[in-house]
């Protein structure tokens, strides 16, 4: 029996087979692999994950989805439901509780949230092997972008210093349970390894590009005016000048660098 969404969750069911196929064959899960879904809405995705990994980890904050999602898995394989906001959720206990070294995560992510979960799951990318995420497709443009582009910012830097972004395909709106009004896509994100990671305290990384895309339209040396003065931005190599959206990644973490204020 079909759940009626909510829109109180940004509830959008996932229902072409041929996107589901497309999704679980990008995951290509493997029976050894320990599988966190985030939403597993009416299991559209969790039951061939479940059938293809033997057992799987779902996230769901719906009580109401939970008995039938259960009743359908039990056929297939062992599925475990952590009825709970994906925010509150610590990914590195959840590793460390089932003996993993790293988790595999997936899901169709609401939009009103998607942020907000990408930077939580960043947050423990030290435990995640990889991510696949169905996302609005304008968020997977702006966590893919390059500098100099329209839609570059604060998500591209932060998501693009942790992980190798691809972006994988587009999922057309008629394939959901209601259509959104916008295009979907499929992103895979990969934590790079300990020595790719930058080479500067993430807090102080994570300040600077905050405030430089808080105004965006400032220059950087009046954007930052209360984390680091023209100096200290001359002193990483990065012109006082620029724009925050002209810079990279890597000329985040030479500013992050710079020693400030003691």
Do not use: W
Request: glycine residues 6%; proline residues 8%; hydrophobic residues 45%.
């Amino acid at each position: 029996m079909n759940a009626r969404p909510k829109k109180s969750f940004g509830q959008h069911f996932l229902h072409e087979k041929r996107y589901i196929e497309r999704i679980v064959s990008a995951i290509s899960p493997r029976a050894d692999d320990f599988v966190v879904e985030i939403g597993p809405g009416e299991g559209a995705l969790t039951l061939p994950l479940l059938a293809a990994a033997g057992k799987l980890t779902a996230i769901e904050l719906d009580t109401d989805l939970i008995p039938d999602l259960q009743a359908r898995a039990a056929s297939v394989g062992e599925l475990s439901i952590i009825h709970s906001d994906v925010l509150k959720v610590d990914f590195t206990a959840l590793a460390h509780r089932h003996g993993v070294e790293r988790l595999r995560v997936a899901g169709n992510l609401p939009y009103y949230i998607s942020s907000p979960i990408l930077f939580h799951c960043v947050e423990h990318a030290k435990s995640i092997q990889d991510m696949h995420f169905m996302l609005q497709k304008e968020v997977v443009d702006r966590m893919a972008a390059e500098p100099g582009s329209k839609v570059y910012g604060r998500l591209s830097v932060m998501l693009q210093l942790v992980c190798r972004v691809e972006p994988l395909f587009v999922v057309p709106p008629g394939a959901f349970r209601p259509p959104p009004k916008v295009d979907s896509a499929v992103v895979r994100l990969v934590p790079l390894g300990p020595d790719q990671l930058p080479d500067a305290d993430p807090e102080r990384i994570h300040t600077i590009v905050k405030a430089a895309f808080a105004q965006r339209r400032k220059t950087l040396s009046n954007a930052l005016k209360n984390v680091m003065d023209s100096s200290a931005i001359l002193a990483a190599d990065v012109d006082p000048k620029a724009r925050a959206e002209t810079l990279s990644p890597d000329d985040y973490v030479r500013l992050a660098r710079v020693p400030h204020g003691g």
